[in-house]
């Protein structure tokens, strides 16, 4: 369990990056695995989710997950959903209300503006950055109200950029996309990594967000216990669980 040193000082709100440590899945998926889209066993899945809502002490029924699709799709919650929403980032004012973001390697990223006391949660890969999932939810939380200035912005753990190898047309997209986008790459004994965090964090700044934490803990490295799609891969394994990030207004 990970906690925003900006975020926990506010007492209107609780949030939580949670690892994989002490939840009731196992094998491949051992620990709090939090993902529904997992071939984990439902119960399992179900249990954990019990077990984060009463760390964060809200009911499991008014947790809002999302079916992310890495899009740059954004709601707003005024009531808890009758359905799953489709899409990358929540918004909300409500009390009582917790959004979840599921991650295995993207970043999760926490948005709070303590003046209209606002949330948001986002899941952010390189696809739903890409597509400015970041700058869509500031605009939904400056329709709602918000002044970028006043809002805080946590990138949770994600892959590090000493883990994040990609390939050359990967690098061709961002570049098309703004050649100044090549700083976010590394260049070394003949591979290419690249810094999702650091990309996330320019993006916050081009829109007028400059209160950002960033929470430097590679999911790729086993030392930090978080689930990794790419770890996962690399261990030839067929699926993977997801990590739960929660942030609630109380």
Same mark, same amino acid.
């Given at each position: 369990?990970?906690?925003?040193?900006?975020?926990?000082?506010?007492?209107?709100?609780?949030?939580?990056?949670?690892?994989?440590? /002490?939840?009731?899945?196992?094998?491949?998926?051992?620990?709090?695995?939090?993902?529904?889209?997992?071939?984990?066993?439902?119960?399992?899945?179900?249990?954990?989710?019990?077990?984060?809502?009463?760390?964060?002490?809200?009911?499991?029924?008014?947790?809002?997950?999302?079916?992310?699709?890495?899009?740059?799709?954004?709601?707003?919650?005024?009531? %808890?959903?009758?359905?799953?929403?489709?899409?990358?980032?929540?918004?909300?004012?409500?009390?009582?209300?917790?959004?979840?973001?599921?991650?295995?390697?993207?970043?999760?990223?926490?948005?709070?503006?303590?003046?209209?006391?606002?949330?948001?949660?986002?899941? @952010?890969?390189?696809?739903? @950055?890409?597509? %400015?999932?970041?700058?869509?939810?500031?605009?939904?939380?400056?329709?709602?109200?918000?002044?970028?200035?006043?809002?805080? @912005?946590?990138?949770?753990?994600?892959?590090?950029?000493?883990?994040?190898?990609?390939?050359?047309?990967?690098?061709?997209?961002?570049? +098309?996309?703004?050649?100044?986008?090549?700083?976010?790459?590394?260049?070394?004994? +003949?591979?290419?990594?690249? /810094?999702?965090?650091?990309?996330? %964090?320019?993006?916050?700044?081009?829109?007028?967000?400059?209160?950002?934490?960033?929470?430097?803990?590679?999911?790729?490295?086993?030392?930090?216990?978080?689930?990794? @799609? %790419?770890?996962?891969?690399?261990?030839?394994?067929?699926?993977?669980?997801?990590?739960?990030?929660?942030?609630?207004?109380?």
């Amino acid at each position: 369990m990970l906690y925003s040193k900006k975020l926990i000082k506010f007492k209107k709100i609780k949030h939580c990056f949670f690892n994989k440590k /002490s939840g009731f899945s196992k094998g491949i998926y051992n620990g709090l695995n939090c993902g529904i889209g997992s071939n984990d066993t439902k119960i399992n899945v179900n249990k954990n989710l019990i077990k984060v809502c009463r760390k964060i002490k809200c009911s499991k029924k008014n947790l809002v997950l999302l079916k992310q699709i890495h899009s740059n799709n954004v709601h707003f919650i005024s009531k %808890r959903p009758k359905k799953k929403l489709i899409g990358d980032a929540l918004v909300t004012n409500k009390k009582g209300v917790a959004l979840g973001i599921l991650t295995a390697d993207c970043a999760p990223i926490f948005i709070y503006d303590p003046f209209n006391n606002l949330i948001s949660a986002i899941h @952010a890969g390189w696809k739903g @950055a890409y597509k %400015r999932i970041i700058s869509n939810t500031l605009k939904k939380l400056k329709k709602k109200g918000s002044k970028i200035e006043d809002l805080i @912005a946590v990138v949770g753990p994600c892959i590090g950029k000493n883990n994040y190898e990609v390939k050359k047309d990967f690098v061709k997209k961002f570049i +098309n996309q703004d050649r100044l986008n090549n700083k976010f790459f590394i260049y070394k004994n +003949n591979k290419i990594f690249f /810094s999702l965090s650091d990309y996330i %964090r320019n993006d916050l700044i081009k829109m007028g967000l400059e209160n950002i934490e960033i929470i430097k803990k590679d999911t790729y490295l086993n030392k930090n216990n978080f689930f990794s @799609a %790419r770890r996962s891969l690399k261990n030839k394994f067929n699926d993977y669980g997801r990590n739960i990030s929660i942030i609630m207004i109380k």
